[in-house]
């Protein structure tokens, strides 16, 4: 045996590098390398759930008797110690030590002596660091998802306050056919109800526990995996120890998750942006969610749905990041995987932001009544109210759709809105109107007369307020 393949003691170069895997290394690791390599900068935001991982993990050892009551007892307590000096901000992290995994353990080890070393039986970094990711994401969403009820619940209130308040509703951002408020609000309401369901989705497919794995085929100890993941309170183990060290999906679909989310709320922004200028003044925001312009005194700028419009582009980018990061890797684990904690992070944290934004606004939100009520007065909002008036006194709807749009060109040219003609004025293009025609060309008459489920009739907007107040009670 040539000096430099000696085992590692004392003194050889090896013992100057990592004591996790320094073992076959003849050198210790390039400087440049070892900070460009390590993780634990970002990864010890995981350190509870790398806790909480490792004493399910001894419970098990001890239960499977490769410990001794005694070794698991040293174990937790030596790791609870730990994670009070991380809480307390007494902890030292060493970027040599390259992870949060490998800083706890060498924690450990230096406070109970060599049953530290004993944690590491029967398990791998790889299953390790996969199920502290999934634990943390599962709090993550048991955060995220209290917050977006709480939303979901002012724009619902807001929504019945708002049941009979009539705004144009537009398509191309012209105006269309009058709608209410509250309709329009619980639209926005029915998109975060989907974006809370695939939240859900997310927190069921990732509740499976890699425990076990160990580096890829599983280990030779007699562990049990169904042990651990009860303790985790995981739903079962993972199928499969390849798949389990290696995918990142459920990483992936919280960012899928979270960037649909963000465009729904985006969209949102945008018309609360529009709402705010002075072209439309619909609403009013209060002051505490805008702020003003260095230069231009008179200014109050919406930032808030700003800055989350904004942010969805990180988010997205997230989104395609990890699906990037996983899209060639082989089985089983890859250090690439490493990169998906920083995406992951930033996702949930934006995520969380603009939703609390976003819950904290809504139910701040002041309508303008007369000027939304005044911009549906304009525009030719029930144009089709009168062709669907005249199908019913036994014209074609192409006919009177033909009627209609004739009207609307003699109300531009004589700046009149169809409800401010004269009866004979409307006579001149079909002779079936009537004194009756007045009835559908007000505005709440054009809104009560869609009252069917899912219509913008002031009593459905209600009752369906009401469902939705509903379903939120049912979750849990
Ligand atoms: N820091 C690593 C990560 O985040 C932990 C797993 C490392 N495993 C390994 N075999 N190098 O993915």
């Known amino acids: 045996m040539s000096n430099s393949e000696k085992p590692a003691n004392s003194d050889t170069p090896a013992a100057k590098t990592n004591q996790a895997w320094g073992g076959r290394f003849n050198e210790p690791v390039d400087a440049f390398v070892e900070r460009f390599t390590a993780s634990v900068n970002f990864d010890k935001r995981l350190y509870r759930q790398d806790i909480q991982g490792s004493i399910a993990h001894a419970r098990m050892l001890a239960e499977a008797q490769v410990l001794t009551a005694q070794e698991r007892d040293q174990i937790i307590a030596g790791l609870t110690d730990i994670e009070a000096q991380i809480d307390a901000g007494q902890f030292v992290w060493s970027v040599p030590l390259e992870d949060v995994h490998m800083n706890i353990e060498a924690a450990l080890t230096q406070k109970i002596g060599i049953v530290g070393k004993k944690l590491h039986t029967g398990r791998s970094r ?7 990711i999934k634990l943390w994401l599962r709090d993550q969403i048991d955060q995220i998802a209290p917050i977006l009820t709480r939303l979901q619940r002012g724009m619902i209130e807001l929504a019945a306050k708002e049941a009979s308040t009539i705004m144009p509703g537009f398509t191309h951002l012209q105006t269309a056919q009058p709608v209410t408020f509250g309709h329009h609000l619980l639209a926005w309401n029915e998109m975060l109800e989907r974006d809370y369901s695939r939240l859900q989705d997310c927190r069921k497919r990732l509740n499976q526990s ?23 309170f995981f739903d079962r183990p993972t199928e499969n120890s390849l798949d389990s060290v290696s995918d990142r999906d459920f990483a992936i679909e919280f960012c899928a998750f979270a960037s649909m989310l963000m465009t729904h709320l985006s969209r949102m922004s945008e018309e609360l942006v529009l709402w705010t200028s002075a072209q439309f003044q619909f609403i009013h925001l209060p002051d505490r969610f805008c702020t003003g312009s260095s230069i231009m005194p008179q200014k109050k700028n919406p930032d808030v749905p700003e800055l989350v419009r904004g942010k969805t582009g990180r988010v997205n980018g997230h989104l395609v990041a990890l699906l990037t990061l996983m899209k060639s890797q082989p089985l089983a684990y890859n250090k690439d995987n490493q990169e998906d904690k920083e995406p992951l992070f930033d996702a949930v944290d934006t995520v969380s932001d603009c939703l609390r934004a976003f819950a904290d606004m809504i139910p701040a939100i002041e309508s303008r009544k007369e000027i939304m009520f005044e911009a549906a007065r304009r525009g030719f909002s029930t144009a089709t109210d009168l062709a669907d008036y005249l199908v019913r006194k036994g014209i074609a709807f192409r006919d009177s ?3 209609v749009g004739k009207s609307v060109a003699y109300g531009i040219a004589q700046n009149k809105d169809l409800s401010e003609m004269t009866l004979e004025e409307l006579q001149q293009f ?27 009739a002031p009593a459905q907007v209600s009752a369906a307020a009401g469902r939705a107040l509903a379903r939120l009670a049912e979750r849990n």
């Open 126 to 132: 790889n299953d390790q660091v996969a199920t502290d």
């Open 210 to 232: 890699p425990l076990g794995a160990a580096a890829l085929a599983g280990t030779t100890y007699p562990i049990n995996r169904q042990f651990t993941a009860e303790a985790l």
């Open 430 to 456: 079909s002779p079936e109107i009537t004194a009756d025609v007045f009835n559908v060309l007000t505005l709440e008459g054009s809104v009560a007369a869609r009252n069917h489920l899912g219509g913008t």
């Open 401 to 403: 759709h033909e009627i």
